[in-house]
C-alpha cells in the first residue's frame, strides 16, 4: 500500500504513478532527494471503487464537464482514511522525520513522454501532521478535476482506468529553489543546461509571480555561459504552524545563487540526465547550504535529433540545414519509401554534391532531409559554400552571417566530401552541352530536345508494371528521371536575359517592371495547371453543381458537357499526380480522389483573381520597358530578350513536373505491390507499402516467408520519436542547438526579401496547409512556403507573405507569374501576424507593415 522512497524494490509506475516512481529511482541512485513516502493507487482503491460506484461518476463518465467533475471532485474531498487505510499510514509516517510535509499527486499518465499533465494536479506545501489526512484527500481528488477529466477526454485516455498515487515528503524550508533543464529550452542545445531560480520556495516561480534569475551553463566545460539576473521581489516561505506566506525580498536585486551553487546545481541536472538516459526537467532547492532534488520529469517539448546524425558531447560537430521546409515547401516527414526515392533521385541529378549518406552533404534518413553545411565547408572551400548558401533565402544568410563556422569545421573530411569541388564542376559540365547550345545556337532547338526527353521519360513511367523485379524496375524509373536536367540548359536562357534587362534598365529604377516580365511565361506547368483550374472553376455547369458527392457521379457518368469533360480529362492527364507533399511517393494522388478537384475548384473566386489580371500586367511592364529601349536606342536588341526569357524561362518549373509525374506513376505500382500483400494478409491495407524499404519490399516479393509488418514496424519506431514536432527548426547542429535568424522588425514593419512585385493592403489569413481555412478574394495568405498543391490558393491571394523560400522556390515563381506582391524570408511571421491583421504587403522592397492587429 506504501512505499518509502528509500525501498530498495522497484514498483510498478501503475502502482505509483510517474512522479513517486522517479523519486524512488532517484534516491536508489544516490542523488539528494528529500525522505517520502508514495501512497500507492492500491492504498486507494477502497476510495476509488466508492467514488466509481455512485452515479455522479456515471454521469462524469458520459459527460465529463466542469459541473460534473466538480461535483465528484468534492464527494473525493470529503472521503477519510479507512482503518486499513489509517493504519497502514501511521506505521510509516514514524519513519518519515519532519514537522512539516509536501503532499503532491503521482498519478500513472502524468510526466510520461507523451502526456503532459502539467499544472493540471494539485501541491500542497506545508501541510502539517493535524492536517495530513485533510490535504490527502484533496491531493487524491485532483485526479477529478475537470482540467485533467477534459484532458483525458481530448486525448482519448480511458476514463475508467483513472487512478493515482499521492507522495508525502519532507518539506525542504527552501532558501532559493527553481527549476532547472538538462538541455537550453531556449535553443534545444543538449550540451547546455538552464536554470530558473529565486529567493524561498519554487511555487513563486511556477506561479508566475516573480521573474526569476536565469543561468545558462555548459556542461561539458562546467563553464556559466550566460547570468540574467532579474529583481525578485516577493519570496514564499514557509510558516512555522503550516502553509506559506508572501514576504518581500530586502535582497530583491542579488544572485538568488553563488557561482559555486550554480555549478553545483548544473553537476547535479547532469547526473540526474545521465541516470535516466534523456533530457529531463528537474525541480530543486537549497536549504542552507544543502542541494536537493525535488522532482525529475521528462522534457517533453524539445526537438529530438536522430542518433545518426548527434556528435558526442565535445567531439567537433557539425551543422544541418532541413531541406524539406527550405526546398520543398512543406515540413512534414516524408514516407520510408519516398524520403528513399526522392533522395535517390536528386543525388543522380546533381551527383557528388547531394550525397545522401549519413556521412555525404545530404543525409537522408526516417522521412527527412538535411543539408550537412560542415561537411559542404570542408569539401569545397569557405568561398564556395558561402557562395552557395546565399543562393537560398534571406533566412539562411542571416543565419550564417551570424555564425562562427570555426566551431564547425574542425576535424578531418569525411571521403563522401573530398571530391566535393570536382562534383561542383561534374555538375556543371552535365548541363554544359544544352546550356552552350542554348546560347550559341538556336535555343528552339534545346528546347525542343527537352521537351522531347521530358515526354521520353513520362512515357517510361506511363509503361511501369508492378510485375517482375520491382527494385530493378524502380531503379530504372529513378535513374530515367535524373537525366531530366542533362537537357533543361535552356533555362540558362531566361537566367542570362534577366540580368541583360538589369544592365539595360540600369538607374532607370524599373526592377518592378523586370521581374513582372517573369509573369505568364511560357512552359511553367504550375502556372498552366492554375489557369487549366481556373476555366474549369468557371464553367457555369460546374458552378451549379452543388456537391462532391453530384461532381464525382457526374464525372463517372460523363454527363457534363463534352467541352468540360475535354477539358477536365486534360487537367487529370497532365496534372492528376501532383498534390500537397507531391514529391513523396506515398502522396494520395488526385486521380485517386477526383472530389479534392471539386473542393479546389470551388475555393476559386473566378469573378475577381490574380490570374485574369496577369496578362494586362505583363504587357504594361512590357510596354514601359519597351518605351524606355526606344528611347535609349536599344529596342531590337529588348525584344529579342523578352521573347526569348518569355519561351524559356518558365520552365525553371517542368524538371520537378516530370519528377513527380513519375512518382504518380510509381506510386500506382506500389500500391499494386501492396495489394498483393494485402490479399494474402502480409499488410493491412496497402499503403502500408510505403513504410517499407526498396530492398525490403523486393525481398518481400521473392520470399513469402519475410514479416512485413515486423520490418514496417520497425522503420516507424524513429517517426514516433518525432511525432510531436510540429514545428522543425530550419538549422540544427549535431547538438540539437537550433537557430533562428533575428527577424528584423521596426515600427511594426518586418523586413524580408523581396520577391514579387507591387504593394497590396488587405486582411492577413495565416495557413499551416492549403485548404486548412477558405482564403478570401483580397486576403493576404502569410504560411511558412508552398509547393504546388498551393496554386489554387495563389489564385484568390491579394499578396503573399512566406516565411521560408527564396526567388526560385515554387511559392516565389507563382507569385511573380500571377503578379501577387510577396514578401519571404520571414521565420516567425506567422506567430507576429495573426488572422485578421491588417496588413501591406510591399514585394518591391521586401516589407510587410502591420497597419492593425
Known amino acids: 500500500m506504501i512505499y518509502n522512497f528509500n525501498t530498495t524494490e522497484k514498483p510498478a509506475l501503475n502502482v505509483v504513478g510517474g512522479k513517486a516512481k522517479s523519486l524512488i529511482a532517484t534516491t536508489q541512485a544516490g542523488l539528494p532527494v528529500p525522505g517520502g513516502l508514495a501512497l500507492t493507487v492500491v492504498f486507494f482503491q477502497e476510495w476509488t471503487d466508492k467514488i466509481m460506484a455512485g452515479e455522479a461518476w456515471k454521469t462524469l463518465v458520459a ?26 499510514l501511521s506505521a510509516e509516517l514514524k519513519a518519515l522525520d519532519g514537522a512539516l510535509f509536501a503532499v503532491r499527486s503521482s498519478s500513472p499518465e502524468e510526466d510520461l513522454s507523451g502526456s503532459s499533465f502539467a499544472g493540471m494536479y494539485e501541491t500542497f506545501l506545508g501541510t502539517t501532521h493535524d492536517t495530513l489526512r485533510e490535504t490527502i484527500a484533496k491531493a487524491y481528488s485532483s485526479m477529478y478535476d475537470f482540467r485533467v477529466m477534459g484532458y483525458k477526454a481530448q486525448n482519448n485516455i480511458d476514463l475508467e482506468g483513472t487512478c493515482i498515487s499521492v507522495i508525502i515528503q519532507k518539506q525542504i524550508a527552501s532558501d532559493v529553489s527553481g527549476v532547472g533543464f538538462s538541455l537550453n529550452p531556449l535553443n534545444n542545445c543538449y550540451d547546455e543546461v538552464a536554470i530558473n531560480a529565486s529567493f524561498g520556495l519554487g511555487e513563486a516561480i511556477v506561479s508566475g509571480i516573480v521573474t526569476p534569475d536565469q543561468y545558462i551553463i555548459e556542461k561539458i566545460r562546467m563553464e556559466i555561459l550566460e547570468k540574467k539576473i532579474n529583481e525578485k521581489k516577493i519570496a514564499l516561505h514557509l510558516k512555522a504552524n503550516g502553509g506559506i506566506e508572501e514576504k518581500e525580498n530586502s535582497n530583491a536585486k542579488e544572485q538568488a545563487l553563488s557561482n559555486d551553487q550554480i555549478l553545483e546545481l548544473a553537476e547535479m541536472i547532469k547526473k540526474t540526465e545521465d541516470f535516466y538516459g534523456f533530457p529531463v526537467d528537474t525541480e530543486w532547492a537549497f536549504e542552507g547550504d544543502k542541494l536537493y532534488l525535488l522532482q525529475a520529469r521528462p522534457i517533453t517539448t524539445h526537438i529530438p535529433l536522430f542518433p ?12 544541418f540545414i532541413d531541406l524539406m521546409g527550405l526546398t520543398q515547401g512543406f515540413t512534414n516527414s516524408m514516407s520510408v519509401l519516398g524520403m528513399e526515392i526522392f533522395s535517390t533521385i536528386l543525388e543522380s541529378i546533381k551527383g557528388e554534391i547531394l550525397i545522401k549518406s549519413i556521412d555525404g552533404t545530404a543525409p537522408a534518413l526516417h522521412g527527412r532531409q538535411y543539408f550537412n553545411v560542415t561537411n559542404m565547408y570542408k569539401g569545397a572551400g ?14 539562411i544568410k542571416r543565419i550564417f552571417e551570424e555564425l562562427d563556422m570555426k566551431e564547425y569545421v574542425q576535424g578531418p573530411t569525411p571521403a563522401s566530401s573530398r571530391g566535393l569541388k570536382w562534383g561542383l564542376t561534374k555538375m556543371t559540365l552535365k548541363m554544359l552541352p544544352s546550356s552552350l547550345k542554348a546560347i550559341f545556337s538556336d535555343y528552339h532547338k534545346v528546347l525542343d530536345d527537352y521537351n522531347q526527353t521530358a515526354d521520353e521519360i513520362m512515357k517510361k513511367a506511363d509503361a511501369l508494371s508492378a510485375k517482375g523485379d520491382i527494385f530493378e524496375t524502380t531503379h530504372k524509373a529513378m535513374t530515367a528521371v535524373g537525366l531530366i536536367m542533362d537537357s533543361a540548359g535552356v533555362i540558362i536562357i531566361g537566367m542570362l536575359n534577366m540580368k541583360k534587362f538589369r544592365k539595360m534598365f540600369k538607374g532607370q529604377d524599373m526592377e518592378a517592371d523586370i521581374i513582372n516580365l517573369s509573369m505568364n511565361l511560357d512552359g511553367n506547368v504550375t502556372s498552366e495547371m492554375g489557369h487549366q483550374m481556373f476555366r474549369l472553376a468557371c464553367y457555369d455547369e460546374f458552378k451549379n453543381t452543388s456537391s462532391p458527392e453530384e461532381f464525382v457521379s457526374k464525372i463517372n457518368k460523363n454527363a457534363y458537357s463534352d467541352e468540360f469533360m475535354n477539358d477536365y480529362n486534360d487537367f487529370i492527364t497532365r496534372f492528376g499526380a501532383r498534390g500537397f507533399m507531391e514529391i513523396d511517393v506515398a502522396t494520395k494522388r488526385t486521380w485517386e480522389d477526383i472530389s479534392i478537384v471539386f473542393d479546389k475548384l470551388k475555393e476559386i473566386n473566378t469573378e475577381d483573381s490574380q490570374i485574369t489580371k496577369v496578362k494586362e500586367k505583363r504587357q504594361a511592364a512590357y510596354d514601359r520597358l519597351l518605351a524606355i529601349a526606344k528611347e535609349k536606342g536599344f529596342e531590337k536588341k529588348y525584344v529579342k530578350a523578352a521573347k526569348a526569357m518569355q519561351e524559356t524561362f518558365g520552365y525553371r518549373e517542368h524538371p520537378k513536373y516530370v519528377i513527380v509525374y513519375v512518382l504518380g506513376k510509381l506510386h500506382n505500382v506500389m500500391l499494386e505491390v501492396g495489394e498483393e500483400f494485402v490479399k494474402t494478409e502480409r499488410l493491412e491495407n496497402s499503403y502500408q507499402i510505403f513504410d517499407l524499404h526498396l530492398d525490403e519490399i523486393a525481398q518481400a516479393k521473392k520470399d513469402s516467408s519475410v514479416d512485413i509488418m515486423k520490418l514496417r514496424d520497425a522503420n516507424l519506431v524513429p517517426y514516433k520519436a518525432t511525432g510531436h514536432v510540429k514545428d522543425w527548426p530550419l538549422v540544427m547542429d549535431s547538438r540539437g542547438k537550433t537557430f533562428k535568424p533575428k527577424i528584423q522588425a521596426k515600427d511594426g514593419e518586418l523586413s524580408g526579401d523581396p520577391i514579387a512585385s507591387g504593394k497590396v493592403t488587405g486582411r492577413a489569413k495565416v495557413l499551416h496547409s492549403p485548404y486548412e481555412k477558405p482564403l478570401n478574394p483580397g486576403e493576404i495568405l502569410v504560411t511558412k512556403a508552398t509547393e504546388p498543391s498551393w496554386t489554387p490558393i495563389f489564385i484568390n491571394a491579394a499578396g503573399v507573405v512566406m516565411e521560408i523560400g527564396g526567388p526560385l522556390q515554387h511559392g516565389a515563381i507563382i507569385a511573380r507569374e500571377y503578379g501577387i506582391p510577396c514578401v519571404s524570408a520571414l521565420m516567425g511571421a506567422m506567430e507576429i501576424i495573426k488572422d485578421g491583421d491588417l496588413l501591406e504587403v510591399d514585394g518591391t522592397n521586401g516589407i510587410v507593415k502591420i497597419i492593425k492587429e
Open 308 to 319: 545518426e546524425l548527434q556528435t558526442k558531447p565535445g567531439e567537433p560537430k557539425n551543422i
Open 63 to 88: 459527460d465529463p464537464n466542469k459541473e460534473n467533475c466538480d461535483t465528484v471532485k468534492a464527494l473525493a474531498q470529503k472521503l477519510e482514511l479507512t482503518e486499513g487505510m489509517e493504519k497502514a
Open 382 to 395: 569557405e568561398k564556395v559554400s558561402k557562395k552557395f548558401l546565399d543562393g537560398y533565402d534571406g533566412n
